[in-house]
């Protein structure tokens, strides 16, 4: 599965609720469960929206 999400703010304050201590928890107690690979199965991509 695969989950997109948009932001208007700086990409290094969006990652910052990624990083938390209590996310690191929630990837933790989902495991393998819920995450296809366990917490090396989430990984994050920003991309750029191209303005003229």
């Known amino acids: 599965m695969m989950c997109v999400s ?6 290094a304050t969006y990652l910052e609720a990624f990083t938390s ?3 690191q928890q ?4 989902a495991g393998d469960t819920y995450i296809t690979g366990g ?4 990984y994050t991509h ?7």
């Open 6 to 11: 948009g932001f208007n703010a700086d990409p």
């Open 21 to 23: 201590p209590r996310y």
């Open 39 to 42: 917490d090396n199965g989430l």
């Open 26 to 29: 929630i990837v933790r107690e």
């Open 46 to 52: 920003i991309y750029e929206r191209v303005t003229n």
